[in-house]
């Protein structure tokens, strides 16, 4: 079974620049989250899927970020204009949606460093 | 507010036992994990725990104490490769999964 895609795997862009990210969940999983983490810490959820449906976007800078999930299966976070502080890793995952409690399997992630 | 404290770092020797310990304050609880997070890469799935006791899962076993907030991830007959951060995360009253900093495990030859 294939697992979460994302890319690109790395991205380097100079502050006040946009950039977008793509993630392609496990076949059949409903649920998709973006988490972003930065170096030394946890990963802090931006924003979660249901389908294509959001369920919490509350930490989600909505100024800046944005995120879809048009029909249900990939999904794409875009940042516009970036900040220096938004330098991290973005982690897509994914989980079957069956449950409250599923476990989440994740991407790659994406390096973003912003200059 | 809720907050979830491991060790930042650990030091332990291969083929030896380490014990990494989580405890949290969140508001509920409704099942803790552990992800290993080796550096450059996706935290990937270790265990999971609602109930109180111990889960073993070959070299890796789990262990939770919801009346204490308490938990540990035990790894044993150590090698090279676990050197990794182990990340502890609860879902909470709302099934918000709320994550730790991670601890940072140095396995030493």
């Known amino acids: 079974e294939a697992g979460v895609a994302q890319s690109p795997r790395y991205k380097i862009i100079e502050k006040r620049q946009s950039v977008a990210f793509w993630c392609n969940p496990i076949?059949?999983?409903?649920?998709l989250y973006w988490y972003q983490q930065i170096l030394g810490q946890g990963p802090k959820l931006l924003i979660q899927f249901q389908n294509n449906g959001v369920v919490d976007d509350s930490q989600l800078p909505k100024d800046r970020f944005s995120a879809e999930r048009l029909k249900g299966v990939d999904s794409t976070l875009k940042i516009q204009p970036a900040k220096l502080e938004d330098s991290a890793v973005y982690l897509c995952?994914?989980?079957?949606?069956?449950?409250?409690?599923?476990?989440?399997?994740f991407g790659p992630g994406t390096r973003l460093t912003v200059l | 507010g809720q907050n979830i404290d491991q060790p930042t770092e650990m030091t332990a020797t291969e083929g030896a036992i380490v014990q990494i310990n989580c405890t949290y304050q969140?508001?509920?609880?409704?099942?803790l994990f552990w992800y290993q997070q080796h550096a450059g890469e996706a935290p990937t799935f270790l265990s999971y725990?609602?109930l109180d006791g111990l889960e073993e899962k070959g070299r890796f076993s789990s262990f939770l104490s919801r009346s204490k907030g308490y938990s540990y991830l035990l790894l044993k007959e150590l090698q090279m490769k676990d050197s990794a951060s182990y990340l502890c995360?609860?879902?909470?009253?709302?099934?918000?999964?709320?994550w730790g900093a991670g601890t940072k495990l140095i396995i030493k030859p």
């Open positions: 725990n609602v």
């Open positions: 076949s059949g999983h409903a649920t």
């Open positions: 969140t508001s509920g609880f409704n099942g």
């Open positions: 995360a609860v879902f909470d009253s709302n099934y918000q999964l709320i």
């Open positions: 995952a994914s989980s079957s949606g069956t449950g409250h409690t599923d476990t989440q399997y």
